[in-house]
């Protein structure tokens, strides 16, 4: 009986044993199939983060698909409202109150940027911003696109949204309803160059109005509308008991006037800050010879390289002069810079987006 029960005991730790290393085996299986289908070494914290928003992103990329042309018809809307407020409201009243060449001043030049803003924005929109050729080989590929089921040459990336490769891309903008790539960034960043600058003067010439309707008075010093400010805006007493059914409606009485003088120079101001702030963005990353995207890339690959000793550079930085003119366009003694950027021109940029010149080496040693 004791013999047997010791027969068992020893049974019962042998199947212990087994039952242990099967599992454990069955354990270091599963966590090397696991490892190798959702693990390698370019795993981070930046790609957990990217596929924990994705679908974040995936919801932007639709709102933008479907809503891109009626964001495109919102922005023709303002800047239409925009520019006949300042026919009916602004210039007859700079026309009244301001010298006749101060009129004659801003009658040009604010249509000379309406020119280039409408011009820069339909080439914008319209134009296609460039793709690799389907079927056409590609010249020091540097990626292989999981979407396209093709090779990516360099500075190019796949858009979500236009569902396809975009060479030398930027961003995609919705309210152009486009990518902004190789073949239109020079238009993409003269339409926000030229706004930003146009709205900028129509909000200066409406500042006299805006001062009237607002503080009641256009005479007053900036200290005075700080007062006025801090003590509570009140409309002007020319508005007093004054009904749509005594004056017109571009009467400077009426309310819709009113109305009109405080929504034109809200926006354009606003417009001016912002879209100003963006222009600034794109000089500098102009200056620098990379695109939105490349910001963030060259940022992460100069962080990689002083890990180990390197300097990273971007290989598309030829120089601030340089840069421009590869930008624009610019070829000296057949097309001038001022031809390039102060009328409208449908010029190609410079080389196809396929094949680019390197100005030096990515990464470099560091001097210790």
């Known amino acids: ?7 068992l005991w020893r049974m019962l ?8 290393r099967k599992i454990g085996q069955e354990v270091r299986l599963f966590r090397v199939a696991f490892l190798s289908l959702f693990y390698n070494r370019q795993t981070n914290f930046d790609l957990f983060t990217e596929t924990l928003l994705n ?5 932007v990329d639709l709102f933008s698909r479907y809503f891109g042309p009626l964001l495109v018809i919102f922005v ?4 239409m409202s925009v520019v006949l407020i300042f026919y009916t409201c602004l210039l007859p009243d700079a026309y009244i109150h301001q010298s006749i060449g101060f009129v004659i001043f801003h009658v040009i030049v604010d249509h000379w940027f309406l020119v280039n803003v409408l011009y820069n924005y339909y ?3 319209s134009s296609p911003p460039g793709s690799p050729p389907p079927g056409h080989y590609v010249y020091n590929v540097v990626s292989f696109c999981k979407s396209c089921v093709a090779p990516k040459p360099s500075r190019c990336h796949h858009c979500s949204v236009c569902k396809q490769c975009v060479l030398k891309m930027d961003h995609h903008c919705p309210w152009l309803n486009n990518c902004v790539g190789h073949f239109n960034h020079r238009y993409f960043f003269l339409f926000i160059f030229y706004m930003s600058v146009a709205t900028s ?3 200066s010439l409406g500042w006299r109005q805006f001062k009237l309707h607002v503080f009641g008075h256009s005479d007053l010093t900036n200290h005075e509308i700080l007062e006025y400010i801090r003590h509570g805006v009140s409309r002007s007493p020319m508005f007093t008991n004054v009904t749509r059914d005594d004056v017109g409606w571009f009467d400077p009485r009426s309310s819709f006037y009113h109305n009109c003088v405080i929504y034109e120079f809200v926006l354009a101001s606003g417009v001016a800050f912002l879209v100003g702030l963006l222009t600034i963005w794109h000089i500098y990353l102009i200056n620098t010879g990379q695109t939105n995207i490349e910001f963030y890339v060259n940022r992460k690959e100069s962080s990689r390289a002083r890990k180990k000793k390197m300097a990273y550079r971007n290989p598309y930085n030829f120089g601030v002069k340089e840069n421009w003119r590869r930008f624009l366009g610019v070829i000296p003694g057949k097309r001038p810079l001022w031809r390039c950027v102060l009328f409208p021109s449908s010029h190609l940029p410079e080389g196809d987006g396929m094949t680019w010149t390197r100005a030096f080496g990515r990464v470099h040693q560091m001097e210790v």
Not at 76 to 79: E, K, N, S
């Open 201 to 203: 003067c129509v909000s």
């Open 76 to 79: 023709v809307l303002l800047i």
């Open 13 to 20: 730790t042998l199947f212990k044993r087994k039952a242990r």
């Open 1 to 7: 009986m004791a013999l047997t029960g010791r027969r």
């Open 55 to 59: 679908p974040i992103f995936r919801t």
């Open 123 to 125: 080439k914008a929109a």
